[in-house]
């Protein structure tokens, strides 16, 4: 049963970041200006950070994004899943954080660009909660996803030469839904 639950997951990963995959990659130059190209591996200030919406807290913590990324993958899904499905998962939480950063509408409190809240956008775990997780397992898990990030962490899905809103669920069976009926108009990469 475990096996087959692993393998619906990273299916619906699957289902969801190949196809984006193939539309393009981009990031950012050193001066932090947008490019496209077949597959681009951009420099990232090491300073890279995202304002975060502490749900628990109610109040907005500034992360690094790489620790912000790594948590959010501790989150979202098994630290013993395939390093693939880690990567893949890795890209789609990266694309969409630079996504909602480039729409920030001020909808979020005290100035940030994303919750923790899993119901809102992505889930995120600090590293306190992944050793309390994981135990004596903590290094294990938590090297296996900060390679996984650090493979895709300089990479972006975009579309027209903007990062994707690039949702993702844990379970689809199969099938998921128009972009139309959950968001009321159409998105061409979905």
């Known amino acids: 049963m475990k096996i087959y639950g692993i ?104 100035g940030a660009v994303i919750s923790d809240d899993s119901s809102t956008h992505q889930g995120y775990m600090t590293k306190e909660q992944m050793q309390e997780k994981w135990g004596e397992a903590f290094d294990t898990y938590y090297n296996r996803i900060a390679d996984a990030v650090d493979a895709v962490i300089n990479e972006v899905i975009i579309y027209e030469n903007r990062p994707v809103m690039a949702a993702y669920h844990a379970i689809s069976t199969g099938r998921t839904e128009s972009a139309e009926n959950m968001w009321g108009s159409a998105v061409d990469y979905l």
């Not at 996504?99 to 509408?105: F, I, K, S």
């Open 7 to 110: 393998l619906c997951i990273t299916v619906a990963v699957i289902l969801l970041v190949a196809p984006l995959a193939s539309i393009s990659f981009g990031g950012k130059d050193s001066e932090g200006e947008s490019y496209t190209s077949e597959t681009v591996t951009a420099e990232v200030e090491s300073d890279d950070t995202v304002s975060v919406f502490m749900s628990a807290d109610e109040k907005t913590e500034t992360l690094d994004m790489r620790d912000y990324i790594i948590g959010t993958v501790a989150a979202e899904m098994p630290a013993s899943y395939e390093v693939e499905a880690l990567k893949a998962q890795a890209l789609a939480a990266v694309t969409y954080t630079e996504y909602l950063r480039l729409q920030n509408n001020g909808e979020m409190p005290d």
